[in-house]
């Protein structure tokens, strides 16, 4: 089972920027896509973005051009550069790994990191 550590969160205003991070265990991380989730107040948990074992990327439309993903392979690690950020970001983003369908995340679900956007 792959276990997860989010960090990097933190309050930030409308307009700016924070850079997220996971910590993954394990030694096949390499080979697995990941992904990075949120869940606002009162509402269901959503994909943001992922990332393939190869560094192909994809995101939701509402963070296109704003968020972007990347991954150390070296460190069991991706990243989540979020700019130019919208009081609707605001949630608790977690990480997890998949193998096609990001639908169907396998590890185990981490704390997760608390981003919010206000004013």
């Known amino acids: 089972q792959v276990q997860l550590v989010e960090s990097g969160g933190g309050l930030v205003q409308p307009g700016g920027s924070l850079r997220l991070s996971c910590a993954a265990s394990?030694?096949?991380?390499?080979?697995?896509?990941m992904g990075w989730y949120r869940q606002a107040p009162g509402k269901q948990r959503e994909w943001v973005a992922g990332i393939t074992s190869g560094g192909r990327t994809n995101y939701r439309d509402s963070v296109k051009g704003r968020f972007t993903i990347s991954r150390d392979n070296a460190k069991n690690t991706v990243y989540l550069q979020m700019n130019s950020l919208k009081p609707e970001d605001t949630a608790v983003y977690y990480c997890n790994a998949y193998y096609s369908d990001y639908s169907r995340p396998f590890g185990s679900w981490g704390q997760g990191t608390q981003v919010t956007v206000s004013s």
């Open positions: 394990g030694s096949r991380f390499s080979i697995y896509a």
